[in-house]
DNA sequence: CCTCACAAGTTGTATATACAACCTAGCGTG
DNA sequence: CACGCTAGGTTGTATATACAACTTGTGAGG
C-alpha cells in the first residue's frame, strides 16, 4: 500500500507549523521511490478527503481549512423509527386532486396539483405530519398506490420513472398552529421542526412538500469526522 | 473525455428496466474501445457518486438505491452572516472559569470547565445564543484569545492545535424559556431551534456547545443533487 | 457423496509512457 | 516600456502491462 504511505507523509508535512508548499506528483515520486501514478493517486485522494485543493498546471496546496460544521442527515421516516426501535404507522388524511395554495403553486410553477396529507406515528404517537402537493400532470398515477406504504421517494422514482435530480430544502422551527397541533396531540403553541423541500426533475419542479415535527418527540441527530477520514 | 462516455453509456443502462449486469471493467474496455484503466476509472466514478457497488473478485452492480433524503450543512455564523447579506457582531456575555453543569459534565468527562456565552447579532438583531463549555485542562489559553472574533473553531484548531477530530450533534425545536427570550427579544415560549454539539480530539470530548436560535430569523437552507452530480 | 484444489474471472495495486491542457516566469522583440 | 511568446513545470487523460488479492464454479480424487 505505497499510496498509503505517502498520503500519511503529506499529512504530517500538513500538519506543520510551517508547511512546504506546493507539492507536486513528480517532487512526491522521486522523494519516495515510487511512480507518478502512484503519488498522484494519493493526491487525488487527498483531495476528494479535502486535505488539498489540486490545480492543473499549478500544483497541490494544502485546501483551505473550510470548518464547515457538518451536516445533519435527513433520513427517511422508516429508517428514522428503526433507529428509535419504535414502530412507525402511517395514515392517510387526504389524497385527492386539489389546486396549491399560492405561495405553493409558485415554487411548483402550476396550480393543477395533487393533494397528499399523512401522518406519521411511532408507537401509535403522532410525530410527523406532512404535506405534500404534485404536478398532476407528472403524477396523476401517485393516487393509485398504496400511500400508507412508507416510502413516497420510491413511488416517484421507481412507479413513475423520475429521477429526481434537485432538491431545496430549508428547515426552521415554528410555533404549531392549533389545527397542527390538535392533529399531533400538542398544545396549540407548542415548538415544532417544519422542513420545506421542492424536488426538482431536470430542472422542473414536480412536488413540494412540507414536514411539521413534534419538538419533543423529533431530532436530527449525527456524528460525523470533518473533512473526511483520517487514514 | 472517453471515461465520462463510459459513463454515461452505463448510466445509461442503468436506466433500463432490466439491466444486464454484472459489468466488468474488460468487458466495458472491449465494448467501447477503451483500455482497462479508462473503463476503471468510469466504474469507480460511478461507484464514488452512489450508482455502483464494486467487490474485488465479483463485480459492478447497481447500488441499492438508498434514497438519503440528502443533508443540511451547518454554516458557520459568519458565513451565514454573509448569505444573508447581513453584518454580524458578536458579544461576549460569559468568558471565565465555571464548572459544567451535570448534564454536561457527564458528557465532557469532567467538570473543570471554562464557560463561554456568546450573543451574536445581524444588523443589530440577537439571532444566536451560544452556551459553551471547554475543558479547562486543554483549552485554557482559549480564554486569552479576542473572543469576538467570529470563529471559535479556528482558535482551537489553530492556536491551540487541537485537531477535532470528531463531532457528535443534535438538531431540535424548542419553547425558548423566559431568560433566553429575553436576550433573543422574543416573547417567552417563542419556538426556537436548538443544536446541541460535543466535539471530540482523539477520542476525548474537548467541548460541549449549545446553540439557541430564533426561529423567525435562523433557517437551515441547502440545495443539493441526490446521490452526486448528474455528468 | 463430499472435499479439496485449481482455473477463470474479477477488482486492487503499481509501474512506465505519452501526450494534452494549463499556468507562470522570464526573455526577447517591437 | 509594453507586449507577446516560448520554455518549463504542473495536473489531466489515456494506454499497456504485470502481479496480487479475492470470489466462484468446476472437476478430480478421496
Redesign the interface.
Known amino acids: 500500500m505505497k499510496y498509503l504511505q505517502v498520503k500519511e507523509a503529506v499529512l504530517r508535512e500538513l500538519a506543520k507549523p510551517q508547511p512546504g508548499f506546493p507539492l507536486s506528483e513528480n517532487q512526491l515520486s522521486q522523494r519516495f521511490g515510487v511512480s507518478r501514478m502512484t503519488a498522484r493517486r494519493a493526491l487525488q485522494e487527498l483531495e ?1 478527503e479535502g486535505y488539498l485543493s489540486r490545480q492543473q498546471g499549478k500544483g497541490s496546496f494544502p485546501a483551505e ?1 473550510r ?10 421516516f422508516y429508517e428514522f423509527a428503526a433507529a428509535q426501535g419504535a414502530v412507525p404507522r402511517t395514515q392517510v388524511l387526504v389524497a385527492e386532486p386539489r389546486p396549491a395554495p399560492a405561495e405553493v403553486a409558485e415554487k411548483l410553477g402550476t396550480a393543477d396539483t395533487l393533494c397528499v396529507r399523512r401522518l406519521r406515528f411511532l408507537d401509535e404517537e403522532p410525530v410527523i405530519l406532512e404535506t405534500r402537493y404534485l404536478d398532476a400532470a407528472r403524477c396523476g398515477a401517485v393516487l393509485e398506490h398504496d400511500l400508507t406504504a412508507e ?1 413516497l ?2 413511488i416517484l ?1 421507481h412507479a413513475l420513472g423520475l ?13 404549531l398552529d392549533p389545527e397542527v397541533a390538535a392533529l399531533l396531540a400538542q398544545p396549540a ?5 417544519r422542513l420545506e423541500r421542492v424536488t426538482y426533475t431536470l430542472q422542473t419542479p414536480v412536488t413540494w412538500v412540507e414536514y411539521l ?1 413534534r ?1 419533543d418527540r ?9 473533512q473526511g477520514e ?1 487514514p
Chains 1, 2 share one sequence.
Open positions: 476528494r481549512r470548518f464547515s460544521q457538518g451536516s445533519l442527515r435527513v433520513r427517511p416510502s421517494h420510491d422514482v429521477p429526481l435530480t434537485r432538491v431545496w430544502q430549508r428547515l426552521g422551527a415554528v410555533a403553541g407548542a415548538p415544532g421542526l415535527m419538538g423529533y431530532f436530527f441527530e449525527d456524528t460525523f469526522t470533518p483520517r
